[in-house]
């Protein structure tokens, strides 16, 4: 017999754990939360990283994490905290995103940083706490009322939970919005082997923040004018020595200088602004991993824990059936032009849902021409345990007709 040693120079660690983590090297300063399964041991891991490494020379944090009364106030601070200047954030799972929805509206309207761990779990209503999903995407992509649009993260592994992190205050501060990272209660709360974390080596990503230097040279600025032609207004943060350097956060109708105003142009110029730094954002966030791509005819599209299934399933498809397929996997949304590109390059698309509704595949719908949403085909799993390869065979290998 043969000594197998697959597990050398790998590390047991869950998700929740890498993401807490992955917050700490990012620079969190603020963390504000309301226990709920299966996210409550993210912020319980962060706050003892943080006690243990966050603490000045005098004995006193250089931190705050408060638990909040309920998720609503927990956003709402993350959301005063990033006006203020901290990379702020905290962790729920479905139910507190629901009560997150008026707040995450005005995260993206008045446009402001933060960071939201969503932690899926078998919904709807309370559904079932202790098993796994992949539920809330449509959801969280068009949270709150009227019309917004958030960008989401679907880490697969702990170590994307670690690095992901990094990425989503990156990218909240840098499009000056809320960002979503959906994990899952198998990839949070389960042990996973991983190979071990990456020290990050980028320096932080702060955004457009004008210091009193940049006010003296420019003179002055509005708020909510787009410059550049990105959409990406720029921002001044509370304390900044110059008297050109205030703004209100209007969550009411505002102009380019942050005025209230019930003009019919100054809103819709506004919301049209905010739907091209969407379109800014397909630049930013992170590519989708092409895991296979050989010209086969069948596509498939998978995401978060589903990765783990899929690879098993380009296997058994081949040698069982003959059937070859390619492999995209998603790591984040809004889409970018490589999502267009594999879809248009195959006859037919798989696209593999942990829900009922084919969630996913519901957006690709949105952000497709009519002649590629015709390619795309379901793959669903939705009974709370974690998706396996054979199910998702079994489903292609029947709309093949095998």
Request: aromatic share 8%; with cysteine; charged share 25%.
């Amino acid at each position: 017999m043969e000594r197998m040693n697959e597990n050398a120079g790998k590390i047991i660690i869950d998700g929740n754990s890498a993401a807490a983590m992955g917050a700490m090297f990012a620079g969190v300063t603020v963390v504000t939360w309301y226990p709920i399964t299966p996210s409550s041991s993210l912020v319980e891991s962060l706050i003892d990283y943080m006690k243990a490494y966050r603490v000045g020379p005098d004995g006193k944090a250089t931190f705050a994490i408060v638990q909040a009364e309920d998720e609503l106030a927990a956003i709402g601070m993350v959301l005063g905290a990033g006006w203020a200047g901290a990379r702020s954030m905290t962790a729920t799972a479905g139910p507190g995103i629901s009560l997150m929805s008026e707040f995450a509206g005005l995260g993206y309207y008045v446009e402001l940083p933060g960071v939201i761990w969503d932690i899926q779990r078998v919904g709807p209503s309370t559904g079932l706490p202790t098993r796994t999903a992949q539920g809330d995407i449509s959801f969280v992509a068009r949270l709150s009322h009227g019309d917004t649009k958030h960008p989401m993260l679907l880490p697969s592994t702990p170590a994307e939970c670690f690095s992901m992190a990094g990425d989503a205050f990156d990218l909240a501060e840098q499009l000056q919005t809320p960002v979503f990272v959906l994990s899952d209660l198998d990839l949070g709360m389960n042990n996973w082997m991983s190979e071990p974390f990456e020290y990050p080596d980028k320096p932080l990503q702060r955004g457009k923040v004008l210091s009193a230097q940049d006010l003296d040279r420019l003179g002055g600025f509005a708020r909510y004018k787009d410059v550049d032609g990105d959409a990406i207004p720029y921002r001044t943060l509370p304390g900044t020595d110059h008297s050109a350097a205030a703004w209100f956060a209007r969550g009411s109708g505002h102009n380019e200088k942050a005025q209230y105003s019930e003009r019919a142009d100054d809103y819709a110029n506004n919301m049209d602004r905010l739907a091209r730094k969407f379109e800014t954002a397909r630049t930013l966030v992170p590519r989708p991993e092409l895991v296979r791509n050989e010209g086969n005819e069948i596509g498939i599209i998978a995401y978060g824990t589903s990765h783990h299934a899929l690879v098993e399933t380009l296997d058994q498809l081949q040698s069982e059936y003959g059937v070859k397929a390619d492999y995209l996997r998603l790591r984040a949304y809004p889409f970018t032009r490589e999502i267009h590109e594999f879809i248009a390059a195959h006859k037919r698309v798989y696209v593999v849902d942990q829900n009922r509704d084919g969630q996913m595949m519901e957006l690709l719908k949105l952000d497709l021409a009519v002649a590629d949403i015709a390619k795309l085909r379901s793959v669903r799993h939705y009974n709370g345990l974690p998706i396996d390869a054979r199910s998702i065979t079994d489903e292609i290998i029947s709309q093949e007709g095998k």
